[in-house]
């Protein structure tokens, strides 16, 4: 699908200049979907778009990209109606491996063979062996491998939802709809943060979601700088990734018995704004993100600062509410779509928890 930018608003369309995006170029707005294959979605075609006060039903464009995808226009142009959902397809399971009690490996045939999708910064998929639909669990994507049509998935299995995969072997089926990609809040800094330094924070499987950032920030010529805290995490687990995806990680011990962050990791983190840090991210629960971002509210400057998004996820399309929070603005927020800046970011951390 080809998608257009334009550089007149939607209120004079004879005057607009078409440019065609190149194939697979990211834009971020406030919307993970935004101007991607999933765009205008169903919230545009019922006058909810997180992004257009004109699909909303205004009338005048509050659009203050310079060069933006038009959502309105292509409502419109598609007929008022949405772009076709992402629909749960049937894979094969590849490959299966087993880590300790509690984790597992699976690599799945992608059906249509493209991969690429899933390789995007924050993309997860929401899995699912029963034929319930409304059993499916959101998962980030660990891997994409575009020769064997295949993406990697590691799931922790702990609840109603994952025990279904402890059974799984080679040659069965599940469920994938996806991929979606708001698995990390501050996408926009890190794609553009180039040539420059960050600082990535990991406590246990926060690792996991956090390694698309490494690799991301890697590949664009930034030195990468990763600490973890092992928590109760799978040692092996955590030592073959790092092989395999080859970061080196230095451990800290980030918080005490209590929650608390240790000095160690104060003085870490205080090193990396001396030093003029370009971007911060933390992959950890959202209990220590927010006592970190208390830290961060007492120095004058801060960098970039980007997180995982550990919001309960069930439909992924900001639709069914599960995942939404009130926060001092007009509206409520959809975690599962919507990207947040660090001081939207730190409203949402002080009202959840
Ligand atoms: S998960 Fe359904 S609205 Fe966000």
Partial sequence: ????????????????????????????????????DACPCELAENGCCIVCSMCRGEDYCSCTDTVSFCVYQDLISNGGKARPRRRSVSCQVTFVKQYGDDFRFIRLNIPDGDTTEFKKLGAYVFVRTNENPHFDTPISVLYDEQKNNSIGLLIQMQGIKTNCFRNLQKGDSV??????????????????????????????????????????????????????????????????????????????????????????????????????????????????????????????????????????????????????????SPGVVHLCKEQLDMEELKKIMKVKI
């Fill in 1 to 36: 699908m080809v998608k257009y930018v334009y550089l007149k608003n939607v209120l004079n369309p004879q005057n607009m200049t078409k440019y065609k995006l190149e194939k697979n170029m990211e834009v971020y707005s406030k919307c993970s979907d935004y101007a991607s």
């Fill in 175 to 328: 469920y994938l709809r996806g991929p979606y990609f708001n698995g990390i809040q501050g996408r926009k800094m890190i794609a553009g943060l180039r040539g420059g330094s960050a600082a990535v924070f990991c406590r246990g499987i926060g690792f996991l979601p956090s390694l698309g950032v490494i690799l991301t920030l890697k590949a664009n010529g930034n030195k990468v700088d990763v600490y973890l805290d092992r928590g109760n995490f799978n040692t092996h687990l955590l030592n073959l990734l790092s092989r395999v995806f080859e970061v080196h990680l230095s451990e800290v011990d980030m918080c005490d018995e209590t929650g608390k962050i240790t000095d160690e990791m104060r003085s870490v983190i205080d090193k990396h704004l001396q030093n003029e840090t370009g971007l911060l991210h933390f992959g950890m629960s959202d209990y220590l993100i927010k006592n970190i971002a208390e830290i961060l509210d007492t120095y004058s400057q801060i960098p970039s600062v980007s997180f995982i998004n550990n919001v309960q996820m069930c439909c992924g399309e900001g639709i069914c509410g599960a995942c939404t929070r009130n926060i001092d």
